[in-house]
């Protein structure tokens, strides 16, 4: 599966200024020809009380790598994808410094899409694994 448009990780970052996304430090970095990368600082925006990165967060990333990749398969003049479902599994503790997440697709359907987003540490092991469901609906006029 190929993105149906052509992908330009500045403006799409560009476009989610004064956006949760930008206020949690959230940037796409990579893309491929099915899937979307991006990271996250893990410090006192995305931690929890108790020091550690918040489950929330996490799902934040995942939703906004799941959520950008899906309108990457769409025609946006006449489509969007909107999360409908989210799950995590929050598998390992981080207290500093960036996690990194890989949005995959599972499903590229008409009306639905299925993604797995993986979210590693800076050492490459596995803090978190999500799955977003995605519906596909007509660009509100």
Request: proline share 3%; glycine share 10%; net charge neutral.
């Amino acid at each position: 599966m190929a993105f149906r448009q052509p992908i330009d990780l500045a403006a799409i970052n560009a476009q989610a200024r004064n956006s949760l996304v930008a206020h949690l430090g959230i940037e796409l970095t990579e893309v491929g020809d099915d899937w979307l990368r991006g990271t996250m600082p893990v410090d006192a925006r995305t931690h929890q009380p108790f020091g550690i990165l918040h489950g929330g967060a996490s799902v934040a990333l995942a939703e906004t790598l799941g959520s950008m990749a899906g309108n990457l398969t769409v025609d946006t003049g006449k489509e969007m994808v909107v999360g409908v479902e989210i799950n995590a599994n929050h598998l390992r503790a981080v207290r500093e410094g960036v996690v990194t997440g890989t949005a995959r697709a599972l499903h590229v359907g008409r009306t639905t899409q299925v993604w797995e987003i993986r979210i590693e540490n800076e050492q490459g092991k596995l803090v978190c694994v999500s799955r977003i469901t995605l519906a596909v609906v007509p660009v509100a006029r």
